[in-house]
């Protein structure tokens, strides 16, 4: 088979193959492989993949390629900064920035409060007694 040949059936069986390693399977020189794809309309650059980021909550894939944390929506980046807790007094659901109850953590903070009402509330009954 001649070489010109060769050197399109691997362009066609291996499109992402670059040049330099067709040449290297050949035997020849990147340069002689340029002109023969050149000369036959075929591309001389293989095509590349785009980097995919898939959104970190959910994993559906995403095109915005500049974001550190990448998030597919609204919903997803509420879902991410927020976390779900209960009030120690009522036990009704809140919502906290991870921020906040990773420095609350810090401080040693053990009790979560949805508002000052409930706060007081447990400090009397837990401090001062009924």
């Not at 066609?12 to 399977?25: C, G, L, Q, V, W």
């Not at 597919?72 to 879902?79: F, G, M, T, V």
Request: hydrophobic residues 30%; charged residues 30%; aromatic residues 10%.
């Amino acid at each position: 088979m001649k070489f010109k040949n060769r050197v399109v059936r691997l362009r066609k069986k291996y499109p992402f193959m670059r040049i330099t390693e067709i040449a290297a399977e050949l035997g020849a020189t990147k340069q002689r492989v340029w002109a023969v794809l050149n000369r036959r309309g075929l591309d001389t650059n293989p095509p590349r993949l785009k980097p995919v980021l898939y959104c970190v909550v959910c994993g559906i894939a995403i095109l915005n390629k500049q974001k550190k944390r990448p998030l597919c929506s609204k919903e997803c980046s509420a879902k991410h900064r927020y976390i779900k807790l209960s009030c120690d007094y009522c036990t009704s659901t809140i919502y906290r920035l991870k921020s906040e109850v990773r420095r609350a953590h810090e401080l040693k903070y053990q009790h979560a409060f949805c508002n000052n009402q409930c706060y007081n509330k447990y400090r009397k009954e837990q401090y001062i007694g009924n």
